[in-house]
């Protein structure tokens, strides 16, 4: 079982920035890919950013040059630097650790962008 706890959600203005962090506990040795994904009231979860255990990134066309994920695998820590922040950013931000049995999530945190 693996276990995901995120924080650095927040209310923040238009061309603000926030640091997300989800740490990994339990059997993180399994841990494949660590990444986000973002749903919005109304509208379907999708994929913000996503990071191999070798470290490939994938972004989101949306977020590309304004989002980076980065992983310290000492500390079985994924971050998602947010800068130049829209209001269409604003999203329950959900983090996500592959393994290859399933999927686990967090809780979620919550991202609000105001104009």
């Known amino acids: 079982q693996v276990q995901l706890v995120e924080s650095g959600g927040g209310l923040v203005q238009a061309g603000g920035s926030l640091r997300l962090s989800c740490t990994a506990s339990?059997?993180?040795?399994?841990?494949?890919?660590m990444g986000w994904h973002r749903q919005a009231p109304g509208k379907q979860r999708e994929l913000v950013a996503a990071?191999?255990?070798?470290?490939?990134?994938n972004y989101a066309d949306s977020v590309k040059g304004r989002f980076t994920i980065s992983r310290d695998s000492a500390k079985n820590t994924v971050y998602l630097q947010m800068n130049s922040l829209k209001p269409e950013d604003t999203a329950i931000y959900y983090c996500l650790a592959t393994t290859i049995a399933r999927n686990y999530w967090g809780q979620g945190t919550q991202v609000t962008v105001s104009s």
């Open positions: 339990g059997t993180t040795g399994v841990i494949t890919t």
């Open positions: 990071i191999s255990r070798a470290g490939y990134t």
